[in-house]
């Protein structure tokens, strides 16, 4: 019988073996992996990736699929931040030291192979090996490094990212043996090939400073003309990718776990479809409040306009603007194709304020008017 993929990960995130218990993420946590989970969208967008869907919190941390209608790859991935010193053999494994290392230990106190079931590796591994349709693989990925020997002498905190197969002999075969707890019998000797460790440079404390930066040097290549929102469009993926991961509503279908819990690419491409297809507004403003500067209009209100206008220009971004904003929007629209090109603005401003306040009473000043100059620079630069 054939199986969908889709009802094969469905089936696989509802294994009640397979799902973490406790070991939940603190605050830091959580902003280390969703800093993550936006930085390996630009690292695929980058690559070329022609598609890609992340499921958060749905198997494992984070799971992302090779395509969203007609997936053939799955990769499961535990995002785990480390305050200090490196990850080491008994944290990611729960297994003793192999006998032929110093550290080990006497068999009298030796922990069972079976104990490598509850640890990271363990559950990594037994998730990708639930899979037989899709072609699955696994990558524990952290801030802090591995210190893992390797089979060429070297160790695993200096080589980036590690396949588990190039594990030193001793270490590999414990590991093999240990997981084979996991298989039915008569099953093949575990692929350590299809787990990976993967050290980033992703900075616990300000990961948000070092995205920007990655994302800063994306648009200068891909969007020049754009590179200056990258904060906003930084802000924009996270604000849309953080309570994916906070969901914990009961899905009854792929569907519902995908529009609950999914991140494709498509959204992905959208938010940098916004910010290609909006003119850069916030230049133009500048440009505005300095021209209302010299025609009197004081600090304050300069700078109430321009934080309301930030503002609005992200939830542009964001696609976050509500309906009330819409009709506002609208209204400006309306107005300016009924008053002429004004040669001074501070007085263009107070008659459309003037105007509009009564129909929007609700509104700051300082809002309605970032509203109306960001639509009539809007106006002026692309009239169509």
């Known amino acids: 019988m054939t199986i969908n993929p889709f009802t094969e990960i469905f089936d696989v995130t509802n294994r009640k073996d397979l799902a973490e218990v406790g070991g939940g993420h603190n605050q830091k946590g959580v902003e280390f992996q969703r800093h993550w989970a936006v930085m390996r969208m630009f690292e695929l967008e980058a690559s070329g990736a022609k598609d890609f869907l992340f499921l958060f919190e749905a198997i494992q941390d984070i799971a992302i699929l090779d395509s969203c209608t007609a997936p053939t790859s799955i990769c499961v991935y535990q995002i785990k931040k480390k305050d200090r010193k490196e990850w080491v053999w ?86 093999s043996k ?97 910010l290609e297809s909006l003119p850069d507004l916030l230049d133009h403003l500048e440009t505005w409040l300095s021209q209302l500067f010299n025609e009197g209009m004081g600090f304050m209100d300069i700078t109430g306009i321009r934080t309301a206008a930030t503002s609005i220009y992200r939830r542009l971004v964001m696609g976050n603007i509500s309906k009330e904003e819409e009709h506002l929007s609208l209204a400006c629209d309306t107005w300016l194709t009924t008053h002429p090109d004004p040669t001074q603005l501070a007085p263009f401003l107070q008659a459309a304020n003037d105007d509009l306040q009564s129909d929007h009473p609700y509104v700051k000043k300082h809002e309605l008017l970032a509203h109306f100059v960001l639509r009539a620079i809007k106006k002026c630069v692309d009239p169509t």
């Open 90 to 175: 008994a944290e990611l494994t729960s297994l003793p030291q192999p006998k032929s290392t110093k550290k080990s230990s006497s068999a009298k106190n030796a922990k069972p192979l079976t104990d490598v079931q509850k640890s990271p590796i363990g559950k990594l591994y037994a998730t990708i090996l639930a899979f037989k349709k899709l072609q699955s693989s696994g990558r524990f990925v952290s801030n802090a490094g591995f210190d893992l020997p390797l089979s060429d002498g070297t160790n695993a905190s200096t080589s980036l990212p590690s396949v588990l197969s190039s594990l030193s002999i001793h270490h590999l075969d414990l590991l």
């Open 178 to 274: 240990g997981l084979e707890t996991l298989h039915k019998a008569g099953a093949p000797i575990p692929d350590l090939s299809r787990i990976h460790l993967e050290r980033v440079e992703l900075p616990v404390n300000d990961p948000g400073t070092y995205l920007v930066g990655l994302v800063h040097k994306f648009l200068e290549q891909r969007s020049p003309r754009h590179a200056g929102q990258a904060r906003s469009l930084v802000d924009s993926l996270l604000a849309k990718v953080g309570p994916l991961g906070a969901k914990t509503d009961t899905c009854k279908t792929f569907e519902d776990m995908r529009n609950q819990r999914g991140y494709s690419r498509s959204e992905f491409t959208d938010a940098l479809g916004m």
